[in-house]
């Protein structure tokens, strides 16, 4: 499995990282799949600590904490549940960051996390603050370094200027490229990572697009664009291989994306999803013809 440096860390991750937040409360199953992930290659584990009220972290953190040394553990914050966990607010307060990072600690069953992520964000943020407690936290040790997750392009240029954020994880994918436009080549430039989420968008993106197209469409598309579209990017692209494969290829296409974050809910989607990543890249001129039948999506809002 190839490894790709994020940003200025010293931190290597696989080329596919693996999305826990669809691994559900079923210890035995989730322990499973992550183990078939570890030999897979997979070193890269995307949790965080909104995903079942903490479930999610415990989880990871069982059946990780004997290979502690040898993967990357990515966790997030900023979304505080409410007491009666039927909701959540924003809080990204240094004193919320500092008092919710040890509890992930804890549930992670670690001493430190290597990257720790703003889960969300908006330019009305107190934004000096959150940078601040993330400084302060790699100082003390309990994580080894910081990215955000967040599209919103006015966040992101924010944090470029401000911080040292090692990477970005964002939404990007065939069908949702307005990261393209501003984002990835800015990201690049600065030698900070893209951990991209949504490549295969929503399923439309896979063998099985028929079943998932909805009368809403999807992002700019309505439905008649992705029953003609669709079609045309399997038979150009995917006559020999599952299109999952093209989608997946496509994220890791561009130079500023270090690994793509993938759920997985059974032990063959692991494997699928690791050996699209480890097939035959994009030539340029598929990634062309890619971005001649696909829309180069616009950010409208937080701009």
């Known amino acids: 499995m190839k490894?790709?440096?994020?940003?200025?860390?010293?931190?290597q991750v696989s080329a596919i990282g693996l999305g826990c937040m669809s691994l559900g409360t079923d210890e035995r199953k989730a322990q499973e799949i992550i183990e078939v992930a570890l030999e897979e290659g997979i070193n890269y584990f995307d949790t965080a600590d909104l995903y079942d009220f903490g479930e999610n972290e415990k989880i990871i953190g069982q059946s990780l904490k004997n290979v502690r040394e040898d993967v990357i553990i990515a966790t997030k914050a900023g979304n505080r549940w409410n007491d009666r966990k039927d909701g959540w607010s924003w809080d990204p307060s240094k004193h919320y960051i500092k008092e919710a990072v040890k509890q992930s600690l804890k549930r992670l069953q670690t001493d430190y996390i290597d990257l720790y992520q703003l889960h969300g964000g908006t330019i009305d943020d107190p934004i000096d603050e959150t940078i601040e407690a993330f400084e302060e936290l790699k100082a003390e040790g309990y994580i080894r370094y910081y990215g955000i997750s967040s599209i919103r392009p006015n966040v992101i240029r924010e944090y470029i200027q401000k911080s040292n954020i090692i990477s970005v994880m964002m939404q990007y994918s065939m069908l949702d490229r307005r990261p393209e436009e501003e984002s990835l080549s800015l990201l690049n430039n600065h030698n900070i990572s893209v951990v991209t989420r949504g490549s295969v968008a929503k399923g439309l993106l896979s063998n099985k697009f028929a079943e998932k197209i909805s009368d809403n469409g999807f992002l700019d598309y309505h439905k008649e664009?992705?029953?003609?579209l669709l079609p045309l990017l399997k038979e150009n692209l995917a006559s020999s291989r599952p299109l999952e494969e093209v989608a997946l290829q496509y994220n890791l296409a561009h130079p500023a994306v270090a690994s793509v974050v993938t759920g997985a809910s059974s032990v063959q989607q692991v494997r699928a999803n690791a050996q699209a990543v480890r097939s035959q890249?994009?030539?340029?001129?598929e990634i062309?013809?890619?971005?001649?039948?696909?829309?180069?999506n616009r950010y409208n809002a937080h701009r």
Not at 3 to 11: A, M, P, R, V, W
Not at 281 to 285: A, E, I, T, V, W
């Open 225 to 228: 664009e992705l029953q003609n």
């Open 3 to 11: 490894k790709t440096q994020i940003g200025k860390s010293d931190l």
């Open 281 to 285: 890249p994009l030539s340029s001129k």
């Open 288 to 296: 062309d013809f890619i971005q001649k039948v696909t829309k180069a």
